[in-house]
């Protein structure tokens, strides 16, 4: 079986000519077998370069035309062009093409006019789709590569969705691994996933992204302090945040995941990028919500994902308190039991209200530890799942009215400061999510939430100093006033000093009421506190000088109902 490929220009008169002699070879012999390949003019010059360097041929005019070697395999022959065709033809096939010169230049003007209707059709079909850009940076991370294959085969954005995959790395020693995960991504074979791409630019790679996931970590070292390397953690998600404001889609979702201070990090990113919606910028808490749930589902012997309603609040990978007082557990083997929508109060379920306290407090801040020291290495599967069972629940919406922790900017919420990236509950709808405002929180988890508040302040203070102003000096009135006082208390003409300092200047907190400055949060002067005050606040463990997480205990709940 002989097999040949015809390809040129499509307003060359050559092609059309050998065109029609290919046509005639085919119709009189049942084994021949073309091909066609045509071009656009202004492709065809690059085509022809490359397809000759591939095959190493020499050939430089339209058309070429080569026969494969298909029962042999190889590079395939080269023919020539369209006179060389024609002597190939009559030489094998006694069979020439008739076509006259005027017939020729009519009909590569109709070739030319197929190709640019066909070439629009093919871009009209191209623009349906309209994939996700999503961007993972530092793509290198384990947390990175075990996220993919849900992103990819639709569990995130829905089954129809199509995405683009954009893996962005500044760290040129990962290219070797970053394109290793390109790799297996396209292994994947996902009909949704239209294409894998390294971006080492960060422009590039947040350039009209519809979804980001900041997974970027800054490594605290032995020698760098806490405030040292907030400050490092600023200069990245400062410069990420108004790389999105210059480039990215108006509407991006951006997730802030990873072992670093998220919230102050996702502070960072919305407060640099002004043009969009800060409801767009997230917080992920789900990783510390699943923990509790993995503690509280071994206790009840059920399945985790039984366990709903388990709220966090505060500081995510600093001080946190994980709230059961409104959990509730689905499958419980008791006394009682229901369809699968039939569920029960965790607390009146567990029953020790002791071990809340205690234990299930001391699980939780060590179960991570736990996990990876069981792995010898860093659990990145959980913290995958998490992130993307969280940006499913986003996009999609939940089609039950369960409550799930997320860390957003604060508008003021239960009497918590302006402008804070804080742990709260939510409930989601599809794009988006709305704050639980109406929840009854008693005065113990208040006072958590407080203290919490006040850790995420000081860390925002090392890079947003609250604002301070000079005392004016008193006016002659204020000076004469303060004469006559001192007249009565016996302290005329005697030197005295200014509380605030020998030249009588002091310094006093001062309002800013810009909303995305962070001269809104203002300082508090803590009071003075009693013992049964400090041993109170003892239980928060304050994380100033470390990344570690650490969990505020369970307030008892009151004795439950009996049925």
Not at 1 to 6: I, N, P, R, S
Not at 357 to 383: F, K, P
Not at 392 to 402: L, N
Not at 488 to 506: H, L, N, Q, R
Request: charged share 25%; net charge negative; glycine share 6%.
């Amino acid at each position: 079986m002989a097999k040949f490929v015809l390809a040129g220009i499509a307003d060359c008169p050559y092609y059309a000519k050998a065109e029609l002699l290919a046509d005639d070879l085919k119709t009189n012999l049942p084994e021949f077998k073309i091909h066609k390949i045509v071009k656009h003019p202004d492709d065809w010059q690059n085509w022809l370069t490359d397809t000759c360097k591939k095959h190493a041929w020499a050939h430089n005019k339209s058309p070429i035309v080569w026969r494969e070697l298909v029962d042999r395999g190889g590079k395939g022959m080269l023919i020539g062009g369209a006179n060389e065709f024609q002597e190939y033809a009559m030489g094998y096939y006694g069979i020439k093409s008739p076509m006259a010169s005027s017939d020729m230049k009519k009909v590569s003007g109709e070739n030319l006019d197929t190709k640019l209707i066909i070439t629009a059709e093919e871009e009209h079909i191209k623009s349906q789709s309209k994939p996700l850009f999503i961007c993972i940076t530092n793509a290198t991370s384990p947390i990175a590569y075990s996220s993919i294959q849900a992103i990819a085969r639709g569990d995130v954005f829905g089954k129809t969705t199509e995405v683009s995959l954009r893996l962005f790395s500044d760290d040129d020693t990962c290219m070797s691994a970053l394109q290793g995960v390109k790799m297996e991504a396209e292994d994947l074979a996902c009909p949704l996933l239209k294409d894998v791409a390294i971006v080492t630019d960060i422009k590039e790679a947040l350039m009209n992204a519809h979804i980001v996931i900041m997974l970027d970590d800054i490594v605290k070292t032995e020698e760098m302090d806490r405030k040292e390397w907030l400050k490092k953690n600023a200069e990245v998600f400062t410069s990420r945040g108004e790389v999105l404001d210059e480039v990215a889609n108006k509407d991006v979702r951006v997730v802030v995941a990873g072992n670093g201070p998220v919230n102050f990090n996702t502070y960072l990113v919305s407060h640099s990028a002004p043009s969009i919606p800060r409801q767009n910028f997230v917080a992920q808490a789900r990783l510390r919500e699943n923990y509790a749930k993995a503690i509280i589902a071994k206790r009840l012997s059920v399945n985790s994902a039984g366990i709903v309603d388990v709220l966090v609040w505060g500081n995510i990978n600093g001080t946190t308190y994980t709230d059961v007082k409104r959990a509730r557990v689905h499958g419980y083997e008791g006394a009682i039991t229901g369809p699968p929508f039939y569920s029960r109060p965790v607390m009146e379920m567990v029953h020790d209200n002791k071990w809340l306290d205690t234990e299930y407090v001391e699980l939780l801040q060590s179960h991570r530890e736990s996990v990876e020291t069981a792995l010898g290495h860093a659990a990145s599967c959980s913290a995958a799942a998490a992130i993307t069972s969280m940006l499913a629940d986003w996009w999609c919406g939940t089609s039950q009215d369960h409550m799930y922790s997320l860390g957003v900017v604060s508008e003021g919420w239960y009497d918590l400061p302006d402008n804070l990236v804080y742990s709260l509950p939510v409930k989601f709808h599809k794009g988006t999510w709305e704050l639980i405002q109406d929840l009854d929180v008693d005065d113990g988890t208040k006072a958590n939430m407080q203290e919490m508040a006040k850790e995420l302040q000081r860390e925002l203070y090392v890079i947003f100093p609250p604002p301070f102003t000079v005392t004016p000096p008193p006016s002659e009135e204020e000076s004469e006033k303060d004469d006559e006082n001192k007249k009565v208390f016996g302290t005329d003409g005697e030197s005295s000093k200014d509380e605030s300092g020998a030249d009588g200047e002091g310094e006093g907190v001062g309002d800013v009421s810009s909303e995305r400055h962070l001269g809104t949060i203002r300082e508090e002067i803590e009071p003075e506190t009693t013992d049964s005050e400090a041993a109170k606040s003892a239980k928060l463990t304050d994380t100033e000088d470390g990344g570690a997480s650490t969990e505020a205990p369970v307030t008892p709940a009151p004795a439950p109902q009996t049925e």
